[in-house]
């Protein structure tokens, strides 16, 4: 388990490297074939994504509660709430982050923070009404472990990157489409060259960033759900908790598709019915629910599977 954690930081800082690589050869691209200049698109490039990651780094925990209409409880409020985000913490080794009620019947869960000091967890009242307190943990068990293993840092900055990347190609677009391939006429044939390469990168750069985004969210899902058990000791748990998520109709209201990747399940249920590939924010819950039955029966080779 720790090995494999390891592994998954290991690649989360290849994978912002190339995504950085991705974003700097993008900007120069477009930067040049707009003005001529290479390197003004490399400094609008970064001046985007910097501005961008300092905004979501020190602001997008509350940006997301805040979206989610996330209200900050007390133990008092929620005695047995607060009993088991401590007793989670303990397990994880974690400050115990602070905890937030999202008042909505349907059951979902997420968390947030840059770190596990600046961490937050949010349950809607649909999911305390429903869980018994070993499905609560398991619930509370995931979401502690995305803190443990860094994952809300790596979407943020992940996120960003897709983001810069999306901003700097439907601004390229935009300016093509109105005529301002036409009007720099100047670069001879490398300009031609670099506007159809731009064009290229444009269309497809943005598809391709939110297809890799999506892949290491659904891995993250997965890894989350053998962490849960490793602090928990109860597959049982969370196969329990995701299977009532699961087969409950009602529609998280609050949530978005900017934030719909923060939640243990698909909180927008028509996209969880009917979106099956590459585009999926979270891996299919049936696939993840069978994996914990096989922990809980001891099938061999179950952990390596999550």
Known sequence: MYEQISKNKRLSYVLIVVMTAFLIVFGFSIGYAATGVGWFGIVIAVAIAVAMTLTSYYKGDKIALATSHARQVTHDEAPQLFNVVEEMAIASGNPVPAVYIIDDSAPNAFATGRNPEKSSIAVTQGLLDMMNRDELQGVIAHEMSHVRNYDILFATLVGVMVGAIALMADFFLRWSFFGGSRRNNNNGILGVIM????????????????????????????????????????????????????????????????????????????????????????????????????????????????
């Open 195 to 306: 506007l159809v390469v731009a064009l290229v990168l444009a269309i497809l750069a943005p598809i391709a960033a939110r297809m890799v985004q999506l892949a290491i969210s659904r891995k993250r899902e997965y890894l989350a759900d053998a962490s849960a058990v490793e602090l928990t000791r109860n597959p049982d748990g969370l196969a329990n908790a995701l299977q009532k998520i699961d087969s409950d109709p009602e529609v998280l209201e609050v949530a978005n598709r900017a934030t719909a990747h923060l939640y243990i399940a698909q909180p927008i249920k028509k996209f969880e019915k009917k979106s099956r590939g590459l585009f999926d924010t979270h891996p299919p819950i049936q696939e993840r629910i069978a994996i914990l039955r096989a922990m809980a029966s001891g099938s061999a080779g179950a952990a390596d599977q999550a």
